[in-house]
């Protein structure tokens, strides 16, 4: 598991704002006195980073997850200091000069009391959020290997912003937003090519990609594009298929761009 999670990093993401992005920085990391459930040394799985503001603890287990790799879990997350002194050169103390932390279990299935425990959001010393993940391979009948991941992640309630945004008249979320400008962009410009667009939508806008080929979308183990016929936007030399992950990191990115592409976009005032 640890192999296929070090090559397809997206199958970490908790599918909420704030954990989509995810890099991950290393793995089998040793911890002195890092099993204080058994007095032990200790070994992280993998060391991960989410987004700009939070690094992740990650423990992979082959069979069922249940307390006893909890409180594995929160052994290890009790030397986060450790941990972040390890691994300060990689964390980007212009945005804070610490990481907030998360806690995550991956496995094949998950025990029922503690899946309730976790969906009814659970955080190590009322502090640190803790997320599991089952993640199950399978071979189709056509030989190709599919992928199921079930997430369970409740973060507390928090001012989510739900802004919605005014563009050629109609209103919408974030996502759609900028799949409503890049399509009217391309009418605009029907010859316009795949670099072409890139060049006036750069990925950095969105961190990872704005938007990309519906082959390479196709391809990806977990879904992160507008796929539906009526989403997909053909160019002169591709079809492309716009990113889903867009949320309040990253917006005014996007929203900026448009303003000094002459792209009229407004705030909704309800």
Request: proline share 3%; charged share 30%.
């Amino acid at each position: 598991m640890e192999a296929y999670i070090l090559e397809n990093p997206t199958v970490l993401s908790l599918e909420t704002d704030g954990f989509n992005e995810v890099d991950i920085l290393e793995s089998e990391v040793s911890l002195i006195n890092g099993r204080t459930d058994k007095d032990t040394d200790g070994r992280i799985d993998i060391l991960a980073k989410y987004g700009q503001e939070y690094l992740a603890i990650v423990e992979l287990k082959l069979g069922e997850l249940t307390d006893r790799h909890l409180w594995q879990l929160e052994s290890y997350l009790k030397e986060k200091e450790q941990i972040f002194q390890k691994f300060s050169d990689k964390w980007d103390k212009t945005v804070s000069n610490e990481p907030k932390w998360i806690g995550i279990m991956v496995g094949k299935t998950i025990n029922p009391d503690l899946m309730l425990k976790i969906r009814k959001g659970y955080y190590f010393n009322d502090i640190i959020p803790i997320a599991a993940l089952t993640i199950n391979r399978y071979q189709g009948k056509d030989g190709n290997i599919y992928v199921i991941t079930d997430t369970y992640f409740t973060e507390r309630i928090k001012n989510k912003d739900y802004t919605k945004y005014i563009f050629n008249g109609k209103k919408y979320g974030k996502s759609r937003l900028v799949l409503a400008v890049i399509k009217d962009y391309v009418e605009q410009n029907p010859m316009i090519s795949f670099s072409q667009l890139k060049a006036k939508f750069p990925d950095k806008l969105q961190s990872r990609e704005t938007f990309t080929t519906e082959k390479e979308a196709k391809s990806k183990i977990d879904r992160r594009n507008f796929m539906e016929p009526d989403e997909l936007i053909t160019l002169s030399d591709e079809t492309i298929a716009v990113s889903t992950q867009w949320g309040i990191k990253n917006i005014d990115n996007f929203i900026n761009n448009c303003k000094q592409m002459n792209i009229t976009i407004v705030k909704s005032s309800s």
